[in-house]
């Protein structure tokens, strides 16, 4: 079981607009650290979309948007194209009894109808 | 372009020892943190630990009581070792290294390990 919650399965048609939450608590997300995005398409690494919940790294176009309140944090992708089509991952920053340490949600895919 | 390439074992045996090597070219590993992240067939992704050159380490408390990742900065290397290993343990195993307010930029193409006697 995941720190981070995402919802299993998202989608959408072309052209339309989709959003994946990302739902923590008051140790990690709530505490003020920062949420980053990561895409994974089949058979590869996970590649950085969006970094401190807001910035996208150079090249990632923007369609791709972050945002951050309160405990949770959500992705959005707007214009949606085929090529969008995969699992994305939140990861934050815990620091509850066990320590501080990086966590992951356990992801959510995307299909494109 | 910062690369990272991991190498290993692909099949290890169950009770033994688990050891992964990253090399890292296009920057140095005295800068930045560094970081292996696992993911079973299937499954997400779980964050085994990360180093600092000062040998600073930080892992995943499910796993702190298994886990060492260690430095070579001769080698600008990185490696991991999780002892005592069992199918659970079966994963694809990235390197990659930690950046800005604890994102990773850059990944390794990562390494399937199958524990299995």
């Known amino acids: 079981q995941s720190v981070l919650t995402q919802p299993p399965s998202v989608s959408g048609a072309p052209g339309q607009r989709v959003t994946i939450s990302c739902a923590g608590s008051?140790?990690?997300?709530?505490?003020?650290?920062?949420v980053h995005w990561y895409q994974q398409l089949p058979g590869t690494a996970p590649k950085l979309l969006i970094w401190g919940n807001d910035n996208r790294p150079s090249g990632v176009p923007d369609r791709f948007s972050g945002s951050k309140s309160g405990t949770s944090a959500s992705l959005a992708i707007s214009g949606l194209q085929a090529e969008d089509e995969a699992h994305y991952y939140c990861q934050s920053y815990d620091n509850n009894l066990s320590g501080p340490h990086v966590v992951f949600g356990g992801g959510t895919n995307l299909t494109v109808l | 372009q910062v690369q990272l390439q991991e190498s290993g074992p692909g099949l290890v045996k169950p009770s033994e020892t688990l050891s992964l090597t990253c090399t890292v070219s296009g920057d140095s590993i005295s800068s930045h943190y560094w970081s292996w992240i696992r993911q079973p067939p299937g499954k997400g992704l779980e964050y085994i630990g990360y180093?600092?050159?000062?040998?600073?380490?930080n892992y995943n408390p499910s796993l702190k009581s298994r886990v060492t990742i260690s430095e070579d900065t001769s080698k600008n290397q990185f490696s991991l070792r999780l002892n005592s290993v069992t199918a659970a343990d079966t994963a694809v195993y990235y390197c990659a290294r930690v950046r800005l307010r604890h994102s990773i930029d850059f990944w390794g193409q990562g390494t399937l390990v199958t524990v299995s006697s």
């Open positions: 008051s140790s990690n997300i709530g505490a003020g650290y920062d």
């Open positions: 180093t600092y050159y000062s040998g600073t380490t």
